[in-house]
C-alpha cells in the first residue's frame, strides 16, 4: 500500500511524459487528420486515394507495429529516430491521425445534404456554404468522437513503454519489479493516474454529446 | 382541404398574368444512369403566373423543379430565367440562386442558426445587405408569415408548419424574382397544413411568379394560373385548374385523378 | 454527383478538377518514385535482404522461416486472440444484462467495472496479469484482452439495447412474457443482430490488441519476427516486416470488410453505425456506443 505514497515523484514523473505524450502527438494528431479529412473528401480522385489509403492501412495495423516499424525496421532504410520521447511521438500522431480524419469524416457526412442544398439555394457560395453551413455543424458532432480519440491516444501511450519511453506504465513496472511484495499496488497507482485522465474525459463526451444532441 | 371561406379573396383561378416570360425550359433532358427522368420538357412560366405541377410519384416533378435552381444539372436542352441562360457554376450560380427562392419537403433549415439568423443569413452574406437593415427585413417577414414570436428560438423547437413558414420567410428574405416549392406540405401534420398554403395564397396574391409541385388541389383551385401534369419524365397535359380537375383531357391525367379523387 | 461539400461541378470546375488530379497525380507518383529511388539506393531492394523470404542463409529452408513466422507467430497471436474472443463476449454479455438490473444499486458495480476498464490500458491490464498475478505471458495477455474488451462489448450491447424501439419491450410484455423473458429472447437477440457490425469491429481491436503481448514477452507473430530478423541478421527486417505487416492487414481487412457487409446486408440504419475498424485502444469504438456515463437501460 505505501508503494504509492512513497514513490509518488516516480509516478508523477511517468504521468507527466504521458501527459506530455498525449499532448503533443494529439496536436500533431490533429492537425494531420483533420489534413487527411480534406483530402478524403477532396474531388481529387488522386489525393482521395492516397489519404484513404494511408487511413485504411493506419486503422487496421497494430500500434505495436507501427512502433516496431519506428524502432527496428525503419533504421534499415537508414532513418535513425533516436529511440525514445520523439519515436513514441511520431508513431502515436501517425497513427491517432488516421482516426481522427474517419472522426472528422464522418462529422462532415453527417451534416445533411438538405443543409447544403438550402445554402446553395439562398445563394451562398461554395466557401460560404462550407464555413457557414456545413463546418459549424459538422464541428459540433465531431467533437464528442474526437474527445474518445485522444481518450483512446492517452491509453495508446504506454505502447511506448514497450519502446523505452519511461512514461506511466513504464515507471509502474519498474516499481512492481523493484517491490515484489507490493506489485499490484505499484500497478493499482498507475491505474490510478490514468483513471485521472480517462474519465473525466469520458464525462466531458457524454456531456457534450448530449448538448449536441439536444441542439437538435 | 382549404378553407372556402378565405378562397373569395383569391384572383379568379385561370386568369393567366400576362408577364413577359420569366421561367423558360426548352427541350430539357435528364438522365439518372439509365432512368430518363425528364423528357424534352419544355415549359414557358410567365412573370406573375403561379404554375402547379402534379403528377405521380417519381414522374419527376422534383427534378424539374431543382433543375430550375440547378440543384440538378440537365443533360440536353436550355434554361433561362429572366432572360439568361442558367449559368454553370461559380459566382454566377450563385446569384442566380439568390434570385430564386427554393422552398424543401423537409424544410432544411439550418439547424445551427435561430429562425432570425435563419432569415438574416441569405440577404447578409449573399447580398451584403447590412445587419441591421436584414435583420428589420427579417423580422418583418417572420411576422408576415406568422412566426415573428419564435424568432429567436432554434428551427428543431418549431412545429413543422413553423417551419415550413420560416423557410417561406428565408426564401423571400431574398426578394427572389421566381419561387420553388417542392411539395412544401407533404411532410406535414393534416391541421399544420393550411397555415402553410394560406401563406403560399397570400404570396401568390401578391403577384410572386411560383412554380408549386403539391397535390393539394384546394391551393391548385385557389391561387394557380395553370396546372401541369407530369407522368414518367414528361408534361403530358397543361391547362387552367378548372378545366384540368373538371375535364382532363388525357387518359393518365384522368387515371391519376381519379386514384386521387376517390381518397 | 453534388455532395455536402461539393455542388455538381460545371464545365470550369471539371477542368480544374481533371488539372488538379493530374498535378495531384504526378506528385504522389514522384513522391513514390523518389522514395523508392531513396530506397534502392540503399540497396533495399537487394536480393540478400529478401532472400530470407524465399533461400535464406545459414542452412534454414525457407519453409522454417514461414513455419515459424506463420505456425508459431501468427498461431500464438490467433491462439491468445481465439481464447481471450468468446470469453470476452461471454463476459461482456453477462455485463450488459447486469447493467440493465432493475436497482440502482445492483447495476452500480457493473457501471464501476465497465467504466473502470474502459478507462485503462490493455497493456496495463497485461502488466496485471504478468507481474500482479505472477502468471505466464499467455494468460496475462489474454486478461488483458478479455478484462478489456467484455468492458467494451458491455457498452456497445447496451447501446443496441438503447437502440430498439419501446414497443419491442411492450409488444413483449403485453404477450405475457416475464422481464427476463423478454430480455432474453426478445430483447438481447435483436441488440446482438443491431450491434453485430460493431462486435466484429471489435474483434478487430481485440486481433490488434494481441500485438502488446510483444511487450509482455508473448512470443507472438511480431516476436517471431524479431527472432528472425536478429538471427539472420538485421538487414532481413524489411522483408519479414512487409509480411508482417501483410499478415496483420490481410486478416483485419478481411475481418473489416465482413463487418461492413453484414452491416449492409442486416441494413439497418436505426443502429449506431460503426466505422469499419477502431483504435488499438478502441478509438473509435467509445465513441459510437454513446454516453460514457449513462444512466442505465431503464427497461
Ligand atoms: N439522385 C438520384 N439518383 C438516381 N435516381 C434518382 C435521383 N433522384 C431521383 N431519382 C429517380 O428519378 C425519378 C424521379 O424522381 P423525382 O424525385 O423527380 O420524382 P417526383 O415526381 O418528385 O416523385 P415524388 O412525388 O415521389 O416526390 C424517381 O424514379 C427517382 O427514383
Ligand atoms: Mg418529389
New interface residues.
Given amino acids: 500500500m505505501d508503494v504509492i505514497p512513497d514513490n509518488l515523484p516516480a509516478y508523477l514523473g511517468g504521468f507527466r511524459t504521458t501527459l506530455s505524450l498525449t499532448v503533443v502527438s494529439g496536436l500533431i494528431a490533429l492537425a494531420v487528420g483533420v489534413l487527411l479529412a480534406g483530402l478524403r473528401v477532396s474531388p481529387l480522385t488522386p489525393l482521395r486515394a492516397l489519404a484513404t489509403t494511408y487511413v485504411e492501412v493506419l486503422r487496421n495495423t497494430p500500434l505495436t507495429l507501427v512502433f516496431f516499424f519506428m524502432a527496428f525496421v525503419a533504421p534499415q532504410f537508414g532513418l535513425l529516430a533516436p529511440l525514445g520521447y520523439w519515436t513514441a511521438v511520431i508513431c502515436l500522431s501517425a497513427y491517432t491521425a488516421a482516426f481522427v480524419c474517419e472522426a472528422v469524416r464522418s462529422g462532415i457526412n453527417s451534416v445533411?445534404m438538405?443543409?447544403s442544398?438550402?445554402?446553395?439555394?439562398?445563394?451562398?457560395?461554395f466557401g460560404?456554404t462550407l464555413g457557414?453551413?456545413v463546418l459549424?455543424?459538422a464541428v459540433?458532432s465531431v467533437i464528442p468522437p474526437l474527445i474518445n480519440v485522444l481518450i483512446a491516444l492517452a491509453k495508446n501511450t504506454s505502447v511506448a513503454a514497450g519502446f523505452a519511453v519511461v512514461e506511466l506504465t513504464a515507471s509502474g513496472r519498474r516499481l512492481a519489479l523493484s517491490n515484489p511484495a507490493d506489485t499490484l499496488w505499484a500497478l493499482a497507482g498507475v491505474a490510478l493516474f490514468y483513471l485521472l485522465i480517462t474519465i473525466p474525459a469520458g464525462l466531458l463526451a457524454g456531456v457534450v454529446e448530449r448538448k449536441v444532441a439536444f441542439?437538435? | 382541404m382549404v378553407d372556402p371561406s378565405s378562397a373569395a379573396a383569391v384572383p379568379p383561378a385561370g386568369s393567366r398574368a400576362t408577364g413577359e416570360p420569366l421561367v423558360v425550359l426548352d427541350g430539357v433532358n435528364k438522365h439518372f444512369g439509365a432512368l430518363h427522368v425528364l423528357q424534352d420538357i419544355d415549359l414557358t412560366v410567365h412573370r406573375g403566373e403561379v404554375v402547379v405541377v402534379i403528377g405521380p410519384s417519381g414522374s419527376g416533378k422534383s427534378t424539374l423543379c431543382r433543375t430550375i435552381?440547378?440543384?440538378?444539372?440537365i443533360d440536353s436542352g436550355t434554361i433561362t430565367i429572366d432572360g439568361k441562360p442558367l449559368?454553370?457554376?461559380?459566382?454566377a450560380?450563385?446569384?442566380?440562386?439568390?434570385?430564386?427562392?427554393?422552398v424543401?419537403q423537409?424544410f432544411?433549415?439550418?439547424?445551427?442558426k435561430t429562425v432570425l439568423e435563419n432569415v438574416m443569413?441569405?440577404p447578409v452574406?449573399?447580398?451584403g445587405v447590412k445587419r441591421g437593415e436584414a435583420k428589420q427585413q427579417a423580422l418583418a417577414l417572420l411576422e408576415r408569415v406568422g412566426v415573428a414570436n419564435q424568432a429567436d428560438k432554434?428551427p428543431?423547437q418549431l412545429s413543422g408548419g413553423q417551419q415550413q413558414r420560416v423557410?417561406i420567410a428565408?426564401?423571400l428574405?431574398?426578394s427572389p424574382k421566381v419561387m420553388l416549392f417542392d411539395e412544401p406540405t407533404s411532410a406535414l401534420d393534416p391541421e399544420m397544413i393550411n397555415e402553410v398554403l394560406d401563406v403560399m395564397v397570400s404570396l401568390a396574391q401578391d403577384g410572386m411568379t411560383m412554380i408549386v409541385v403539391t397535390h393539394e388541389m384546394g391551393f391548385a383551385r385557389r391561387a394557380a394560373h395553370r396546372v401541369v401534369f407530369m407522368d414518367a419524365g414528361r408534361v403530358v397535359e397543361e391547362a387552367e385548374p378548372e378545366t384540368f380537375f373538371t375535364a382532363p383531357r388525357s387518359d393518365r391525367a384522368q387515371d391519376f385523378l381519379s386514384k386521387i379523387l376517390t381518397h | 454527383m453534388?455532395s455536402v461539400l461539393y455542388?455538381?461541378?460545371?464545365?470550369?470546375?471539371r477542368r480544374r478538377e481533371r488539372i488538379g488530379s493530374v498535378i495531384g497525380a504526378v506528385v504522389v507518383l514522384v513522391l513514390v518514385g523518389l522514395a523508392a529511388r531513396y530506397a534502392a539506393d540503399r540497396g533495399i531492394f537487394a536480393a540478400d535482404r529478401w532472400n530470407v523470404l524465399y533461400d535464406p542463409p545459414k542452412g534454414q529452408t525457407a519453409a522454417d522461416v514461414w513455419q515459424s513466422m506463420i505456425v508459431r507467430g501468427l498461431g500464438a497471436t490467433l491462439r491468445a486472440a481465439v481464447v481471450a474472443a468468446p470469453l470476452a463476449l461471454a463476459l461482456g454479455l453477462l455485463l450488459a444484462l447486469w447493467r440493465t438490473a432493475r436497482g440502482r444499486w445492483v447495476r452500480l458495480p457493473a457501471i464501476m467495472l465497465i467504466e473502470l476498464f474502459r478507462g485503462l490500458p490493455v497493456l496495463l491490464m497485461m502488466l496485471f496479469g504478468l507481474l500482479g498475478f505472477g502468471w505466464d505471458a499467455f494468460t496475462a495477455v489474454v486478461f488483458g484482452l478479455v478484462v478489456y474488451n467484455m468492458a467494451i462489448i458491455a457498452e456497445i450491447l447496451r447501446a443496441g439495447l438503447a437502440s430498439l424501439p419501446r414497443g419491442q419491450a411492450e409488444a413483449a410484455y403485453a404477450v405475457g412474457l416475464t422481464r427476463s423473458q423478454t430480455l432474453l429472447t426478445i430483447l438481447l437477440p435483436q441488440a446482438v443482430r443491431t450491434m453485430l457490425p460493431s462486435l466484429i469491429a471489435q474483434l478487430v481491436v481485440l486481433l490488434k490488441d494481441s500485438s502488446l503481448g510483444f511487450i509482455v514477452g508473448y512470443p507472438e507473430l511480431l516476436k517471431s519476427i524479431q527472432n528472425n530478423a536478429q538471427y539472420f541478421g538485421n538487414e532481413t527486417y524489411i522483408a519479414l516486416f512487409v509480411v508482417g505487416a501483410g499478415i496483420y492487414l490481410a486478416v483485419n481487412l478481411s475481418l473489416t470488410r465482413l463487418a461492413v457487409w453484414l452491416e449492409r446486408r442486416t441494413g439497418r440504419t436505426s443502429a449506431p453505425t460503426p466505422g469499419p475498424t477502431a483504435g488499438t485502444t478502441d478509438a473509435v469504438g467509445s465513441a459510437r456506443v454513446g454516453g460514457t456515463f449513462g444512466t442505465g437501460t431503464d427497461r
Fill in positions: 445533411g438538405g443543409q442544398e438550402a445554402a446553395r439555394a439562398i445563394g451562398l457560395t460560404q457557414l453551413v459549424p455543424q459540433r441542439a437538435r | 435552381n440547378r440543384l440538378e444539372t449559368p454553370a457554376e461559380g459566382k450560380l450563385a446569384r442566380l440562386r439568390a434570385d430564386v427562392g427554393m424543401f423537409s432544411n433549415l439550418f439547424a445551427h443569413l441569405g452574406k449573399a447580398k432554434l428543431a423557410a428565408r426564401a428574405a431574398m | 453534388s455542388d455538381v461541378p460545371g464545365p470550369v470546375a
